[in-house]
């Protein structure tokens, strides 16, 4: 749908359709691709939990064949770095897989256009920029690179 949209837009900017309302087909446009993008995200976001359930597996396995006369930790110290621990393991899971991490970085960037255009999120135009140059750069790399492009379950 959004290509739909965009490509109204692209007639009405060549002036081969000059009764089509601009904005409401920016807005429409921007509305689709904003939902392409989520649910893009949604997909990333499925991968990684994938990703990181392989990871922890892995590891667990690991830490079985190794010795079994290691420190323990107590709980207090468990609590206070769960969240080292799955940021830890979530930055193993996305190194393990640079498709996964390209594609979820260009996603993220990509997402800040239509959140700014759709009201949503106002950001300044230099965000909206430098996220659009990432997310060029990572599409670049995919072409350039086809084994970066995200295949996925």
Not at 58 to 70: G, V
Not at 96 to 102: A, I
Not at 134 to 152: F, H
Request: charged residues 20%; contains cysteine; proline residues 3%.
């Amino acid at each position: 749908m959004y290509f739909i949209c965009d490509t109204v837009l692209f007639v009405r900017s060549t002036g081969l359709a000059s009764g089509v309302n601009k904005e409401k087909w920016r807005r429409w446009a921007a509305r689709y691709y904003y939902c392409s993008l989520l649910l893009s995200l949604v997909r990333d976001l499925y991968e990684v939990s994938l990703q990181m359930k392989q990871v922890a597996h892995d590891r667990a396995k690991r830490e079985k064949s190794a010795s079994q006369d290691t420190l323990r930790y107590s709980v207090a110290d468990e609590e206070t770095e769960w969240l080292q621990s799955l940021l830890l393991l979530l930055f193993h899971s996305l190194k393990r897989h640079p498709p996964l991490f390209l594609d979820t970085v260009k996603n993220f960037c990509d997402i800040l256009n239509p959140l700014d255009q759709l009201g949503i999120y106002k950001s300044n135009p230099g965000i909206i920029g430098l996220g659009g140059l990432v997310s060029s750069v990572a599409g670049i790399i995919t072409v350039a690179y086809p084994q970066m492009k995200l295949k996925t379950h």
